[in-house]
């Protein structure tokens, strides 16, 4: 379960609509406008890591923390990421992880920039050249990573999807929810209370 979910931000239909009430802006307009971003989706995975995990997670600035959830609704992992690292705790497990021992598991990580995650969160989609994949070792080619509207009316990129035609692995990422508002969240102060 602990490798489902670091694979996916390694790499990234709803039948609910997400709530929207802003226009397309950027990232930096989006995060003057609101002060945090709050919500929660579904990951899915096919291939060698097969399996679905729901989460929530809260958004501010360039920060992110997110509470993974089981098919049986427990909390089986937290994690959260500033620009440029990442940290995890796999409570079933009490194992803790930061972000140099996550990219040695899956080297996308060293692709897919933590802020990057915390963009997507927001809807905002990322940017990708082929020469991201050359830093490690794979062919552009070989994998993608796409971001989507789950539906025409949608004004923000709520999907996305990256696929590893190398290894056969494809993993989505669908916010079912988001909500862009105005309330102060301390996401230290929650990460340390988690710990606790």
């Known amino acids: 379960m602990f490798s489902i979910v670091f694979f996916i931000f390694g790499c990234y239909t709803t039948s609910k609509s ?13 995060s003057n406008s609101f002060v945090s971003c709050t919500g929660y989706g579904n990951i899915s995975s096919i291939g060698s890591y097969k399996g679905n995990l729901t989460f929530s997670f809260m958004s501010q600035n360039d920060s992110s923390f997110f509470q993974f959830q089981d098919f049986l609704g427990r909390k089986v992992l937290l994690m959260w990421l500033t ?16 972000f ?21 969160l927001w809807g905002i989609e990322s940017i990708y050249n082929a020469e991201d994949f050359i830093v490690i070792n794979e062919e552009s080619n070989n994998l993608t990573i796409t971001f989507e509207k789950s539906s025409q009316n949608e004004e923000l990129i709520n999907k996305a999807v990256f696929k590893d035609l190398t290894n056969r692995q494809e993993v989505a990422i669908i916010l079912k929810s988001r909500l862009h508002s105005d309330d102060y969240i301390d996401l230290e102060k929650i990460w340390k209370l988690m710990l606790i």
Do not use: G, H, M
């Open 18 to 30: 997400l709530k929207n009430n802003v226009e397309r802006l950027s990232y930096d307009e989006l």
């Open 83 to 98: 620009p440029n690292s990442a940290n995890a705790w796999n409570i079933l497990e009490n194992k803790r992880y930061d």
């Open 100 to 120: 140099n021992l996550i990219k040695d598991y899956f080297p996308l990580l060293s692709v897919v920039e933590p802020i990057n995650i915390t963009k997507f």
